[in-house]
C-alpha cells in the first residue's frame, strides 16, 4: 500500500511541476508584444494562407514565435505536442493527416510524389562500414489511394562502395516506373572530388532498379569548387515533367574568398518523357544572372526570377520553352538595399516580404516589416501591409528587435 502511496505522491509532483512550469511560461510570454499586420491595400482574406516563423530579439534573449492568420503565438506558449509538430513541413502535415499509416516514419518533401491515383516515396538509408565504405539501400513505398493498398520495399543501391553521400533531390511516376533524381558526392581516392546527378529507373513492380543513369558528372581539385543547384519547386510532390539543375563553377582565391565562374557554369533542363538533358540559354539582354536562377521559382513550364531593378522590385517570368522572357511584373514595393527580402510565388500570387534591415555601420534597424501579395500574371497588388505592435508593448518598443526567419504559404 505504502508503495502506492508514494507512486500516487510522485505523480502529483510531476503534475504541479509541470503546471507550475506552464503558468510561468504563459506568464513569460504574456509580458512579450504581439505583432500583427495593419492592411494598407486590399483584402485581410489574403493573409489567411500566410506562415511566418521568426523571433524575438531582446538583448541576448530569442523568442521563437509565429504569425499564422495574423495572429501571434510564441514558441513557449505552445504545447509539447504543438512545438513537436511544428517541427514538420505543412506539406508532410496535410499527407500526414489524410494517410496516417502510409506516412508513418516518412518526412522529407523532397522524397515524394502525388497524383489522384497514387502517392508514392522514395529516400536512401545509408550508413559506413567498418572498412569506410557506404552500406546503402533504397526505401520505396507506393499507395493506391483509391483502394489504400500499399507496397513498400528496400532495394540495395547500385554501385554504392563509389559513393561518400547521396541526396534525394525528386521522385517522378513515369509510365508506371519511378523515377528517383539524386545528387551524389562520389569517392575519387585522391585530392580530387567528384560530384554527380544521377537519375535511379526503379521497377515497383518487379521491386528492382533497371538503371542508373548519370546525368552529370564534374570533377575539380581545390581552389576549384563545383555545385549543383536547384531552383525552388512551386510544388515539389506534384507531376512535372521537368526539373531544373544548375551547374555552378568557382574558385576560392588566395585570400579565402570566392568567386563565381559566370562563363563556365550553366543551367540545364532534363526531360523525364523524352529523357533529354539540354542546356537552358539565358537571356543575354536581360542580364539574367545564375545568383538569380538560384534564388527563383520554377513549376515546370515557366521560371520566376527575382530583380532589384531601379527603384523596384520585379518578377521576371521565364518561358522554358520559348527560353525567352515573358513577363516583367514590377512589384508595387520600393527597394531597400539593406533589408532582407523573402518570396514564395503559389496560387497565381507571389508573396514577398521585406525586413530584417541592418543600418550603415553593420547594425540591425527594427522597422515594420512589409508585405507585398501581387497576381503573378497582372501584377495588381492583392494585399499590402506592414507590422505593428500591440499597443500595450508600444512604450517598450526599442526594447525589442523583430527578426524574420521563413515566409510559407499553405
Do not use: W
Not at 517522378?172 to 585530392?191: A, G, I, P, R, Y
Request: hydrophobic share 35%.
Amino acid at each position: 500500500m505504502k508503495r502506492y502511496i508514494c507512486s500516487i505522491i510522485i505523480g502529483m509532483v510531476v503534475i504541479l511541476s509541470i503546471g507550475t512550469y506552464y503558468v510561468k511560461v504563459a506568464s513569460s510570454a504574456s509580458s512579450f508584444p504581439k505583432y500583427t499586420f495593419k492592411t494598407l491595400e486590399g483584402s485581410d482574406k489574403e493573409l489567411d494562407p500566410i506562415i511566418i516563423n521568426a523571433s524575438l530579439e531582446q538583448g541576448r534573449l530569442y523568442e521563437p514565435l509565429t504569425i499564422e492568420s495574423n495572429q501571434t503565438t510564441y514558441g513557449s506558449e505552445k504545447s509539447y505536442f504543438e512545438s513537436m509538430s511544428e517541427n514538420y513541413d505543412f506539406r508532410i502535415e496535410r499527407l500526414i493527416k489524410e494517410h496516417r499509416s502510409f506516412m508513418r516514419g516518412k518526412d522529407f518533401i523532397d522524397s515524394f510524389y502525388e497524383d489522384s491515383d497514387f502517392l508514392a516515396y522514395a529516400s536512401v538509408n545509408s550508413e559506413f562500414a567498418k572498412g569506410g565504405k557506404m552500406e546503402a539501400e533504397f526505401d520505396i513505398a507506393l499507395l493506391e489511394k483509391k483502394s489504400e493498398d500499399e507496397t513498400s520495399f528496400d532495394i540495395e543501391l547500385p554501385n554504392q562502395e563509389r559513393i561518400m553521400n547521396i541526396d534525394v533531390r525528386d521522385v517522378q511516376l513515369v509510365h508506371s516506373k519511378l523515377q528517383v533524381l539524386t545528387m551524389n558526392d562520389v569517392n575519387s581516392n585522391d585530392e580530387k572530388q567528384t560530384k554527380e546527378v544521377h537519375l535511379y529507373t526503379i521497377d515497383l513492380a518487379n521491386k528492382k532498379v533497371l538503371s542508373d543513369k548519370t546525368l552529370l558528372s564534374e570533377t575539380f581539385k581545390h581552389p576549384n569548387q563545383v555545385g549543383f543547384e536547384m531552383p525552388i519547386d512551386v510544388a515539389p510532390i506534384q507531376s512535372n515533367n521537368m526539373i531544373l539543375i544548375s551547374l555552378v563553377k568557382g574558385k576560392y582565391n588566395e585570400e579565402g574568398s570566392y568567386e563565381e565562374k559566370p562563363n563556365e557554369s550553366k543551367l540545364l533542363s532534363y526531360n523525364y518523357e523524352t529523357e533529354k538533358l539540354e542546356t537552358v540559354k539565358l537571356p543575354k539582354k536581360e542580364k539574367v544572372s545564375y545568383d538569380m536562377v538560384r534564388g527563383g521559382y520554377v513549376d515546370g513550364k515557366n521560371l520566376y526570377l527575382i530583380e532589384m531593378k531601379s527603384d523596384n522590385y520585379h518578377i521576371k517570368t521565364f518561358d522554358l520553352s520559348s527560353q525567352k522572357i515573358t513577363n516583367d511584373l514590377v512589384l508595387d514595393l520600393a527597394v531597400h538595399k539593406d533589408e532582407q527580402y523573402f518570396a514564395t510565388i503559389k496560387n497565381g500570387r507571389v508573396y514577398f516580404l521585406l525586413g530584417n534591415g541592418m543600418d550603415s555601420g553593420g547594425g540591425k534597424t527594427y522597422k515594420p516589416v512589409q508585405l507585398l501579395i501581387a497576381d503573378l500574371k497582372t501584377g495588381k497588388t492583392l494585399y499590402k501591409g506592414e507590422t505593428v505592435m500591440s499597443a500595450t508593448n508600444k512604450k517598450n518598443d526599442k526594447k525589442f528587435g523583430f527578426h524574420i526567419d521563413d515566409l510559407k504559404v499553405k
